[in-house]
């Protein structure tokens, strides 16, 4: 069972490592770590039963009352912070054992036991009325452990009184009583630290409080629950100095300790939670303070049930008018989805009829490119007619060069506009309003397949117009730097980039456009091409470019 605890923190230090190290992000990192260990209550809860489980099969088998009276101890303390009631009652069953040994030492602690769980459930006159019955003279070992809670109990009396003449007489004695602790305590002691930095921050003394506290905390054991109680009064000094951020951080710390240890009756995580409230977390805010209640409850502890529902209502009516508001935008983005749908439809309908009518004039355009043909081999049956032919062939060359760069261009452009057309689509059907238009457009191949083509087409058609591009492109290069497509292939991609320039395209974002290719990797080819150039580097592009031509 240590050993799975050990794990445990473990686990929980190296995420607070790698917390550490987003700084910005230092917050949300730990605030996750809070989450993961709240999701995990069963784990700790079944860690923490299984010892007390352990602690009461000891018990059984105890062979004598006298026996008996440290496992009883033991049991008080797992429950004292876990489950008040049952704390009583094994801090009952000490003073029994100790009535029957007559022991003043342990009827003493025993009842201190009792005391300390009655201020815990809130029941500050019956406490008051225990530690009256105890001569704390012959138990100085529990001298320390009667101051406590006397300081504990008047702190709770001064917090709560109506009167302010009450209140200042429980601060006086609070005051006194923690001064008593500084002498009875072993200095740089535990309970010394605890209570030194508690006296610090109630007298402003806030820098002094969070050296002392910083350079104990790294010392503490992690097993234990003391890191939950330093690390509170960390963020308490840091409240004290107006430094949210940095009492945000401790505060959830602290948190985190407590619920690993699976301590019930806390009070990091309530007041984490009203932060978490006042800088609009709702959701957190609400989660914690649930949670916190849960284990108020469970532990009985009434004084933190008390606090925890002044709180509550609060946050509970912040939560419900951010879900209404979230309700109401959900709504708002389901109409205007619908609306967007019905012009889906539309645009469809429209794109539908509008390709039929494209498709009509692609047969026009091929009778003309037939008629068209017939008139070129009328043209070259005269010398004359030839020469003109030649001239006029020389300037088309150049409208060609154009043209394929614009169109190329725009193929691009539409082959965007079609992939991005697809995942809106897509996105839309998914949320269930079209799922039959779902299946129609789930698939890439039609992109994919397109692309090739178009690659296809565009290689063939650029060696049309420039047969010698390859040889005369490599002509341009080092020796033995020449680029020669693979066996099947017309143009690799290096190629097609400096087919693309030769036509006119020399923006590397149209480039990339047009090859799906990122812009910092066409602009890796370039320069990679460049520096394999004979020529100068910053002529080479505008050789390319003269690549077919006579000029």
Known sequence: MSKRITKGFLFLVLLFSVSFAFGENQIDSLLNVLDHTIADQAKYDRIKEDKLRHLRELLKVAPSEATKYPIYGQLFDEYRSYRSDTALYYAEKK???????????????????????????????????????????????????????YRTLYGYLA??????????RYARLTEAYRDSLLLVNAPNSSAWIMVKSDKLIVHHKYDEALKLLKDYYPTIPREGHDRAIIAYSIAMAYKGKKELKEEKKWLIISSIYDLQSDTKEYVSLRELAYMLYESRDIRRASRYIKRSLEDALFCSARLRTVEIS??????????????????RQLYFFLICISILSLFLLISLIYGYRQMK???????????????????????????????????????????????????????????????????????????????????????????????????????????????????????????????????????????????????????????????????????????????????????????????????
Do not use: W
């Not at 029941?123 to 138990?139: F, G, P, Q, R, V």
């Not at 917090?159 to 200042?168: P, R």
């Not at 030649?390 to 169109?407: F, H, M, Q, S, V």
């Open 95 to 149: 003073l029994m054992i100790a009535k029957e040994l007559n022991d003043k030492e342990k009827l003493n602690d025993a009842r201190l036991n009792i005391a300390s769980v009655l201020v815990t459930v809130g029941m500050y006159k019956e406490a008051m009325d225990t530690l009256n019955t105890i001569d704390i003279k012959y138990s100085p070992d529990l001298k320390a452990y009667s101051f406590y809670i």
């Open 159 to 168: 917090d709560y009184a109506f009167a302010a003449k009450e209140k200042a």
């Open 310 to 327: 002044r709180i509550l209502p609060i946050i509970n009516k912040a939560y419900q008018m951010e879900t209404n508001a979230r309700q």
């Open 357 to 551: 009518k494209l498709m009509k004039m692609e047969k026009t355009l091929s009778q003309a490119n037939t008629q068209m043909k017939e008139l070129n081999k009328e043209l070259f049956s005269t010398n004359d007619q030839l020469t003109r032919a030649n001239a006029t062939l020389t300037e088309a060359n150049l409208i060609k060069e154009e043209y394929i760069g614009r169109y190329m261009d725009q193929c691009s452009m539409y082959i965007d506009k079609l992939d991005d057309y697809r995942h809106s689509l897509k996105k839309t059907a998914s949320s269930g309003k079209v799922s039959d238009l779902l299946d129609a457009i789930r698939s890439g191949e039609f992109i994919e397949d397109e692309l090739k083509e178009f690659y296809a087409n565009f290689d063939s058609t650029f060696l049309q117009l420039f047969p010698n591009f390859i040889d005369e492109f490599n002509r341009l290069l080092a020796k033995d730097e020449a680029i020669v497509p693979k066996p099947g292939e017309l143009l690799n991609t290096e190629l097609r980039i400096f087919a693309l320039i030769r036509l006119g395209i020399t923006d590397s974002v149209k480039i990339s456009h047009f090859l799906r290719y990122s812009l910092s990797t066409i602009y890796n080819y370039r320069t990679k091409i460049r520096n394999k150039a004979i020529c100068p580097r910053d002529e080479f592009e505008t050789m390319v470019m003269k690549i077919g031509t006579k000029l």
